[in-house]
């Protein structure tokens, strides 16, 4: 198998590169001012810390989100090509989703899920009292 069209690839990207990041910096602008050192997104001047501290939680809740969000399109790749996979294919997606569906019981059941677990501790205390 020949090599050199890997090469020729490979040193037409650098060129390019190296031709656009030397263009941007002759032909570029460098006039620094105050609007330029502030920071601006979205139209909007900013207000506040451009930090903002989150908790575990947060970044818990956002990795099921992106687990059970990247399971969906498993599913949907499924599904496109259901009738071709015929019935071993249905099977498969069943123990698919059924561990899906244990996981998801799971992490309800151990309260993974639950944003504010102190305040949902109270109400349920609250609410076998009341009883």
Do not use: C, H
Not at 116 to 128: D, F, G, I, L, Y
């Amino acid at each position: 198998m020949p090599m050199w069209p890997l090469a020729v690839y490979f040193l037409a990207i650098v060129v390019i590169v190296s031709v656009m990041l030397g263009l941007s910096y002759v032909l570029g602008e460098r006039k620094p001012g105050r609007e330029q050192s502030e920071p601006y997104e979205s139209g909007m001047a900013t207000t506040g810390p451009g930090r903002v501290r989150l908790t575990a939680r947060f970044y818990l809740i956002a990795m099921f989100f992106v687990i059970f969000d990247l399971e969906v399109v498993f599913l949907i790749a499924w599904a496109v090509s259901a009738r071709e996979l015929g019935w071993l294919g249905y099977i498969e997606i069943v123990i698919f989703s059924s561990v899906l569906l244990a996981a998801l019981i799971y992490l309800l059941r151990v309260g993974a899920l639950d944003w504010a677990p102190n305040t949902m501790r109270r109400r349920r205390e609250v609410e076998k009292d009341s009883r």
